[in-house]
C-alpha cells in the first residue's frame, strides 16, 4: 500500500511539473510573440496559459496588453482586472488599467487606478503627472493645481508640470501666471515645442508682436512642419510690419500644408497689398475652388481681375457676390465701373441707380491701400460680413495648449502600429510557411537548398525565404497549431530517422512562425545532431536565437553568451553555403545589431555583390555607412535600395539629408 502511494505522489508530481513547465512555455511564446507585435497570436497562446490555469495573474495580464495594442481597450481593461484580483501588488497593471480607462474617457475610474499605483510606487512620476492630467479633464482645476504643486515639490525641474500649470491659467485667464509658468518649464526643458508656441501666443493675445515672433521662431525650429505656427507667425509679423517675413511664412505653410485655406487667402491679400496682383490671383483661384459660393474670396479676386484688365471676370465675381448679398453698395458701384470700361452704359446705370436710391448721400471711393490700422484688422475664419474683404483671417478658435502635446506617459506607448520606425535595420531573411512580401513585386526571395526540400519532402505548407513582419490572422495561426501537432504525432510515431530529420525541421519552422524560438531552437539542435551538413538548420537557428535575444534584452536578461551561438551558426552555415547572399545579409544584421558596423558593412557588400538586386541589403549597409559617419555613400545606399523598390528609403534619405 505505501508503495501504491510513493508511486501516485510521484506520478502527479510528475503531471504537475509537465503542466507548470506547459503553461511556463505558453507564457513565454505569447511573450516572444507580444515582443514582435503579433498581438493575435499571442493571445491565443495567453488563451490556452488561462484554460489551463485559470489562477495565475501573468497571462491575463499580458493578454490585456495585447488588447490594448489592438485598441480593445474594454477588453484589455476587463482581463487586467481580473489580473489585479488575482495580484494586487503589480503597480504596472493599476498603470495599464488607468490608460484603457483613460482612453475610454473613464477619468475617474483612472485616478483610482493612479491612487494604488501610487500607494505601491510612490516615486514614480508617471504616476503622479497622469493622475494630474485625469484632474484636468474631470475639469478640477483646483485637484490639478494641489497635484501639480505636489509634483512640483518632489520634482523641481519636471518641465510639464510647469506647463500643465500654464494651461489651467490660461483657462483662468491669468495670462501672466501662465507666462511665468511657461518661462519656467522653458528653463527645465528648452526643447519643449508646446511652451514654445503658448508663450508666443500669449505675447500675440498681448499684442507683443516682436516677442510673439521669436517665441513662435523657436517653436518652428523644434518642429519646422506645424502649419499653424507660420500662420501665427505671419499674423505676427504682419502687425510690426515685416510684410516680406510674413509672405514668407505663407509660402512655408502652402508647402507643407498644399491645401491650406487661410494661408492661401491671407497670402492672396497680402500680395495684393505688395502689388503683385497676378499671383494673387492665382491663391484667390485656388480659395474659391476649395469654396466655390466664398463671396470675400470671389470679391477679392473680381478687384485684381478688373486691375489686371479682365473686365467680363470681374463682372462675373462681381454679380455672384451681389447674388448673396443684394444690397452690397461697394460691389454695385464698382460692377457699375466695370459695365462703363466695356460700353454697356444701361447696365451700370441700373447699378447706380440703385445704390443712388438708397444711399444718395454716400460717396464710394476706390480700393485703398492698407494701412497700418487696417493690417491690424482680422476676422474669423466662419465670418462672412463682405465688408471684412480686405481683412486678414484667422482660425475661429486659437488654442493654446493641448494636453495631448504633454501624452499620458506610461510603459503602454499607445498604439504600436503608429511608431515612426523607418530607420531601422531591416529583419533578417528567415525560413517561414508565409509567403514573401516587403512591397516589391518585381523580386522574389529564392534559395536553392529550400527549392530542394520542399520537392523532396513536399510538405502540407511549402517553406518560404521571408524578412517580413506580417501578423498572422486567427484562422492562420490555428491552422498552424494544428500542424504543429500533426508533425508532432509524426515524430513520435516514427522510427525512420530521415523522415524524423524532415518533419523536425518543418515543425522548427513552424513553431518560428508562431514565435516559440525556444521550442524551434531545440527541433534545430536535435536535427543538427541527426545531419550536421545542412546549411538551413544552421541559419534558422541562427536567426531564433538572434529573436529570443532580442525578447530577453527587453526583459532585461543577460544575452552575451549566446552571440558566440549565433555567430558560430551563422559562420557554419556560410561554410556549407558559401554563395548565399542571404547569409551574408543576415550576418550583416547580427553585426549591425551589436553595433560592429564595420563588420556589418563588409557582410552587406558581400550579399550584394553575390545578388546585386537585394533591396534589404542596400538599405542596411545605407543605414551602416550613415551610422558610421559616412552619410554619402550612406544616402547613396539607400537610394539604390528605394530604385529597387524599397520607397520608405526615400523617407530615411530626407530626414538624414536635412540632418546637420
Not at 151 to 177: G, P, R, Y
Not at 192 to 218: C, E, P, Y
Amino acid at each position: 500500500m505505501k508503495k501504491v502511494c510513493v508511486f501516485l505522489i510521484m506520478f502527479f508530481g510528475v503531471l504537475s511539473v509537465h503542466a507548470q513547465f506547459r503553461v511556463d512555455r505558453l507564457i513565454s511564446a505569447g511573450r516572444s510573440a507580444l515582443y514582435y507585435e503579433d498581438y493575435v497570436l499571442s493571445i491565443q497562446y495567453f488563451n490556452l496559459a488561462i484554460n489551463s490555469k485559470p489562477y495565475l495573474y501573468e497571462p491575463w495580464y499580458l493578454r490585456a496588453v495585447a488588447k490594448y495594442n489592438l485598441d480593445d481597450f474594454v477588453g484589455a481593461e476587463k482581463d487586467v482586472g481580473q489580473a489585479i484580483n488575482l495580484n494586487p501588488y503589480y503597480n504596472e497593471m493599476y498603470d495599464l488599467r488607468a490608460i484603457c480607462r483613460i482612453r475610454q474617457n473613464k477619468f475617474k475610474e483612472a485616478i483610482s487606478d493612479y491612487n494604488e499605483a501610487i500607494r505601491i510606487d510612490p516615486r514614480n512620476q508617471n504616476y503622479w503627472f497622469n493622475r494630474a492630467l485625469c484632474h484636468f479633464q474631470e475639469k478640477d482645476y483646483a485637484g490639478t493645481q494641489d497635484q501639480l504643486d505636489t509634483i512640483i515639490s518632489k520634482w523641481k525641474d519636471f518641465a510639464n508640470a510647469f506647463s500643465l500649470k500654464a494651461e489651467v491659467c490660461l483657462i483662468q485667464k491669468d495670462t501672466t501666471e501662465a507666462a511665468k509658468m511657461l518661462d519656467k518649464s522653458l528653463t527645465y526643458d528648452p526643447y519643449n515645442v508646446g511652451a514654445w508656441r503658448t508663450r508666443g501666443l500669449i505675447s500675440m493675445n498681448r499684442h507683443q508682436w516682436k516677442d510673439a515672433d521669436n517665441f513662435l521662431t523657436k517653436a518652428i525650429h523644434f518642429e519646422p512642419k506645424a502649419v499653424d505656427d507660420y500662420l501665427n507667425r505671419a499674423l505676427a509679423r504682419l502687425n510690426y510690419n515685416n510684410l516680406r517675413g510674413a509672405l514668407s511664412d505663407y509660402d512655408l505653410a502652402i508647402e507643407y500644408d498644399p491645401n491650406n485655406f487661410l494661408a492661401h487667402y491671407n497670402r492672396g491679400l497680402l500680395r495684393v497689398n505688395l502689388g503683385d496682383n497676378n499671383r494673387a490671383i492665382t491663391d484667390f483661384d485656388f480659395v474659391v475652388n476649395m469654396e466655390p459660393k466664398n463671396p470675400l474670396a470671389l470679391f477679392n479676386r473680381a478687384i485684381l481681375l478688373e486691375k489686371t484688365g479682365h473686365i467680363r471676370e470681374a463682372i462675373r465675381d462681381y454679380t455672384t457676390v451681389i447674388g448673396q448679398f443684394p444690397n452690397f453698395w461697394t460691389g454695385l458701384a464698382y460692377r457699375a465701373r466695370c459695365y462703363r470700361k466695356i460700353g454697356m452704359a444701361g447696365k451700370a446705370e441700373l447699378d447706380e441707380f440703385r445704390i443712388f436710391k438708397a444711399q444718395m448721400n454716400k460717396t464710394i471711393g476706390v480700393q485703398p491701400r492698407w494701412s497700418q490700422k487696417t493690417r491690424k484688422l482680422v476676422r474669423k475664419r466662419s465670418e462672412f460680413d463682405i465688408n471684412k474683404y480686405n481683412r486678414i483671417v484667422v482660425p475661429d478658435e486659437q488654442a493654446a495648449v493641448h494636453t495631448e502635446d504633454y501624452k499620458y506617459k506610461s510603459v503602454y506607448r499607445g498604439k504600436v502600429q503608429d511608431r515612426t520606425v523607418t530607420d531601422n535595420f531591416l529583419p533578417m531573411y528567415t525560413m517561414s510557411l508565409v509567403e514573401y512580401n516587403n512591397g516589391i513585386n518585381t523580386y522574389q526571395a529564392f534559395d536553392e537548398n529550400i527549392e530542394k526540400f520542399n520537392h523532396k519532402v513536399n510538405p502540407k505548407y511549402p517553406i518560404y525565404l521571408n524578412c517580413s513582419k506580417g501578423q498572422l490572422t486567427d484562422e492562420k495561426s490555428l491552422a498552424f497549431f494544428n500542424y504543429v501537432d500533426q508533425l508532432s504525432k509524426q515524430i513520435s510515431e516514427t522510427k525512420d530517422v530521415q523522415k524524423m530529420k524532415s518533419s523536425l525541421f518543418e515543425r522548427a519552422v513552424a513553431y518560428s512562425v508562431l514565435q516559440d524560438f525556444e521550442e524551434a531552437d531545440n527541433d534545430l539542435t536535435a536535427y543538427i545532431q541527426i545531419d550536421d551538413q545542412n546549411a538551413l538548420a544552421y541559419w534558422q537557428r541562427a536567426v531564433c536565437q538572434s529573436r529570443l535575444n532580442a525578447v530577453n534584452q527587453s526583459q532585461g536578461n543577460d544575452v552575451a553568451l549566446s552571440l558566440n551561438r549565433i555567430r558560430a551558426d551563422f559562420d557554419d552555415a556560410i561554410r556549407l553555403s558559401p554563395k548565399n547572399a542571404y547569409l551574408f545579409y543576415n550576418r550583416g544584421n547580427f553585426h549591425a545589431d551589436n553595433k560592429e558596423y564595420s563588420q556589418a558593412i563588409d557582410d552587406y557588400t558581400r550579399a550584394i555583390q553575390i545578388d546585386p538586386r537585394l533591396a534589404e541589403a542596400w538599405y542596411n549597409r545605407g543605414l551602416a555607412r550613415i551610422l558610421s559617419n559616412n552619410k554619402v555613400t550612406g544616402i547613396n545606399d539607400l537610394s539604390k535600395a528605394g530604385e529597387l523598390g524599397l520607397y520608405d528609403a526615400y523617407s530615411v534619405i530626407k530626414k538624414y539629408e536635412t540632418k546637420k
